[in-house]
Structure formats: structure tokens, C-alpha cells
């Protein structure tokens, strides 16, 4: 028997859980292949669709970081511990670690190309929303010289998206399942602050609401709805 330890931010993927009991041992792949089957959606959270760890999640065998060790082929003795803790900032030994969500990693890693050159960063974030910084790109204007609705809209939207995973410690797979926007005024020439507050997230999900600002002025407002996968 082999016991997983599961973090806060990622028990609502095992019913509220916080120690796991698994059969499977050996290594610790054949443990993971067993919360996959038996906790699916926790699962999903820490392996991506290719079966590799998601670069966000630590895993920690007897307190030994598996990506030192073997990564999944880690040998896993029965009686041992598994840990899972989110990306954290500081040492390495999960004791002395304090988890620090990174937007600008989760921005980085699971948004299209395209997404990533309308130059969006991270400005901040909370437990149930996160702020979002669209600069000023003279390819971004249409024609009259003012920002696009479309990037607008993709700023809001991948706003969602951090603040949902603000909120659950990390990125999970999700899906836009409503997107609504009304535009204010212009933008011209200058950055915009994008804030996404979560006004309801529960198990399968989400809902947002979005304000768009430049220069302290509100130029655009929208609401999201999405599908937690």
C-alpha cells in the first residue's frame, strides 16, 4: 500500500481528500496510472495528455523530489509516501516550501502562439481573480487606430483562465463555453488592465466577470462562462 499525499489547492479532484491509500506500487508511474483510473480528474491535473508530468506539479517520493531521482520510474516500496505540491519558490524539500502560484508560467505553457504574441503578462493575482496586462502594439489596432475588439476579447478570455487557475493552484484543462463583451469607448495608444473576478466556480464550472481598463477608464466589459474539463 502506498499513500498520496494530496495538497489543498488540488483536493476538490479527490473528493475533499487528503491522503490517498493505492494499491499499486513498484514505481511511481504505476501509482499515477491508479489515481488516473480511480481519481480521473486529479489525475488530469497532474499529467498531461501525453502521460508526462505537468511542468507545474512536484511529486515527491519519501520526501525525494522524482525529477532528481528517476521521474516516473522512481522506485515506490510499499509502505512509502508520495507527495504532490504545486510549483513552489524557495528550496526544494517540500517541508520548507511555500506554494507560489505562477500566472506567467501557466500563460506561458498552455496558451497558443498567438495568444502569446498579443505580449499579455501577468500583473497579479488573488484566490478568485487575477489581473492581466495587454500593452499598447500598433499591430493590434484596426483600422482608426484603436485597439481590436478581438484582442479585447482573447485578453479576456485568457484572463479566465488564470483566475480559474489562480483559484484551483494551478492549470486545468478547461473549455470557453460563453464569452459575451460590450465595448465602452476606444483605446488608443495606451496599455490595458484586464481583471477577472470568479463569481461562481464550483466542480465542472466556472463563471467570470471581466473589466477592461485604460488609464483608470473602463473601455470594455465582459462576462465568461466555462467548462472545467
Given at each position: 500500500?502506498?499513500?498520496?499525499?494530496?495538497?489543498?489547492?488540488?483536493?476538490?479532484?479527490?473528493?475533499?481528500?487528503?491522503?490517498?491509500?493505492?494499491?499499486?506500487?513498484?514505481?511511481?508511474?504505476?501509482?499515477?496510472?491508479?489515481?488516473?483510473?480511480?481519481?480521473?480528474?486529479?489525475?488530469?491535473?497532474?499529467?498531461?495528455?501525453?502521460?508526462?508530468?505537468?511542468r507545474?506539479?512536484?511529486?515527491?517520493?519519501?520526501?525525494?523530489?522524482?525529477?532528481?531521482?528517476?521521474?516516473?520510474?522512481?522506485?515506490?516500496?510499499?509502505?512509502?509516501?508520495?507527495?504532490?505540491?504545486?510549483?513552489?519558490?524557495?528550496?526544494?524539500a517540500?517541508?520548507?516550501?511555500?506554494?507560489?502560484?505562477?500566472?506567467?508560467?501557466?500563460l506561458?505553457?498552455?496558451?497558443?502562439?498567438?495568444?502569446?504574441?498579443?505580449?499579455?503578462?501577468?500583473?497579479?493575482t488573488?484566490?478568485?481573480?487575477?489581473?492581466?496586462?495587454?500593452?499598447?502594439?500598433?499591430?493590434?489596432?484596426?483600422?482608426?487606430?484603436?485597439?481590436?475588439g478581438?484582442?479585447?476579447?482573447?485578453?479576456?478570455?485568457?484572463?479566465?483562465?488564470?483566475?480559474?487557475?489562480?483559484?484551483?493552484?494551478?492549470?486545468?484543462?478547461?473549455?470557453?463555453?460563453?464569452?459575451?463583451?460590450t465595448?465602452?469607448?476606444?483605446?488608443?495608444?495606451?496599455?490595458?488592465?484586464?481583471?477577472?473576478?470568479?463569481?461562481?466556480?464550483?466542480?465542472?464550472?466556472?463563471?467570470?466577470?471581466?473589466?477592461?481598463?485604460?488609464?483608470?477608464?473602463?473601455?470594455?466589459?465582459?462576462?465568461?462562462?466555462?467548462?472545467?474539463?
Amino acid at each position: 500500500m502506498v499513500t498520496v499525499l494530496v495538497p489543498g489547492p488540488l483536493r476538490t479532484e479527490s473528493g475533499g481528500a487528503s491522503r490517498l491509500e493505492v494499491d499499486s506500487g513498484g514505481t511511481l508511474r504505476a501509482v499515477l496510472d491508479e489515481v488516473s483510473r480511480r481519481w480521473p480528474r486529479l489525475g488530469r491535473r497532474l499529467r498531461d495528455e501525453r502521460g508526462e508530468l505537468r511542468r507545474y506539479v512536484n511529486v515527491y517520493v519519501d520526501g525525494e523530489d522524482c525529477r532528481m531521482l528517476d521521474g516516473q520510474e522512481t522506485p515506490v516500496p510499499s509502505g512509502a509516501e508520495v507527495q504532490v505540491l504545486p510549483s513552489v519558490a524557495g528550496g526544494s524539500a517540500p517541508a520548507a516550501a511555500a506554494e507560489v502560484f505562477d500566472g506567467d508560467r501557466v500563460l506561458a505553457e498552455n496558451f497558443a502562439p498567438w495568444v502569446l504574441e498579443l505580449g499579455l503578462s501577468v500583473a497579479e493575482t488573488g484566490p478568485d481573480w487575477a489581473t492581466l496586462r495587454l500593452p499598447w502594439s500598433d499591430r493590434l489596432a484596426r483600422e482608426g487606430g484603436a485597439l481590436s475588439g478581438q484582442a479585447l476579447m482573447a485578453a479576456a478570455d485568457t484572463a479566465t483562465v488564470i483566475a480559474v487557475s489562480a483559484a484551483r493552484g494551478g492549470f486545468v484543462p478547461m473549455t470557453t463555453v460563453q464569452l459575451s463583451t460590450t465595448f465602452q469607448r476606444p483605446v488608443l495608444g495606451s496599455d490595458v488592465l484586464v481583471t477577472a473576478r470568479l463569481t461562481k466556480l464550483g466542480r465542472t464550472m466556472a463563471f467570470a466577470d471581466i473589466t477592461m481598463t485604460a488609464k483608470g477608464t473602463l473601455v470594455a466589459h465582459a462576462t465568461t462562462v466555462y467548462a472545467l474539463l
